[in-house]
C-alpha cells in the first residue's frame, strides 16, 4: 500500500474514531435521561463527549506515555538510543522524536505515539535496550518511526481514548440501572437492566474491534517502510525472533495501550485457540518474520 493511500486512510480512521466515540457516549446519555426522565443526563453526555474528543486530540499521547510507564531519557542518559533515533530520523526526513524509556520493563518492546510528526514520541523498554544489539534495536527503532512517517500515530493514538472511554461508558451505564432510581419514563426496570447488561457485555468488544481495525495492517506496512529505512529486514526480523522467545510480563500494559506497541504485550497466548487468533491486535510474529525475510529492498 501507498503510504499517500495510508494517510488518506488514516484520516478517515480518526474521523470515524471521533465519530464513534460521540455516538456511543451520547446514544448512552441518551438512552439514560429518556429511562430515568431526566434531560440533563443527555446534557452532560453531550458536553463530556466533547472534552473527551479534545483531549483524544491534544493529550492522548501524553496519557499513553503515562499509562505506559514511559519516561523522557536524555543524550547523555542513553547516548546508544539517542544516536540511532536521531540517524534514522535524519534518514527519514522526520524531526527527532521525543525518546523516552519504560524503565524496569524487561520485556522487549517499544511503542510510537503523538499527534503528528513534529509532536510524535518514541518509547522503549529497559529489555530492549539490553537484549539487542544495534542492529536489531535499529530494526525496532526504524519500525517505530516508520508509524510517525505513515502518520498512523495519530488514530493509533485516539484508539487508546476511545476504547478506555467506552469501557467506561458502559460501566457507568450498568452502574447507573443498577443504582438509580425505580421510576422510569419509559421502561421497567428489568428491561432497563437487560440492555444495561448487554451495553456492559458488547461495548468492550467494540473497543476491541476498533483496535482490531487501526493495528494489523499497519503493522505490516510499518515492518516494510522500516526495513527500507535501514536498507534490509533482518535486524527486525532478529529482533521479533528475541521477542518472540520473551515471556517476560509487562508490568504496565494495558488493553487500550496494547495496539501501540510493536509486539502484543500480553503475549504468549497467540497460539492457544482461532478465538484468540481472531481478537489478536497484532498479526501473528512468525508471518511478521517471514515477511520480512521475503522483502524486495
Known sequence: MKVSVQRTQNIFKTWLLIGVSLFLIIGLGYFLSETYGQPNILYIAVGF???????SYWLS??????MSGARPVTKEKEPRYYSIVKNLSEKAKIPIPKICKMEGELQINAFATGRNPKNAAVAVTSGALQKLNDRE?????AHELSH???RDILVSTIVVITAATISVASRVFLYGSLFGERERKNQGGAGAMIIAILVAILAPLVAVIIQLAVSRKR???ADASGA???????????????????SRYLHNASTATSHLFISNPFRGMEESSWFIKLFM?????KKRIKTLRSLEI
Open 148 to 150: 510517525i512517517k505513515n
Open 281 to 285: 491486535t497484532h498479526p501473528p510474529l
Open 137 to 141: 534495536l535499529e530494526g525496532v527503532l
Open 228 to 246: 527500507k529505512l535501514v536498507g534490509s529486514g533482518e535486524g527486525l526480523a532478529k529482533a521479533l525472533e528475541k521477542i518472540e522467545g520473551d
Open 49 to 55: 463527549s466533547l472534552v473527551i474528543n479534545v483531549i
Open 61 to 66: 499521547s501524553s496519557i499513553a506515555l503515562a
Open 219 to 221: 503493522e505490516f506496512l
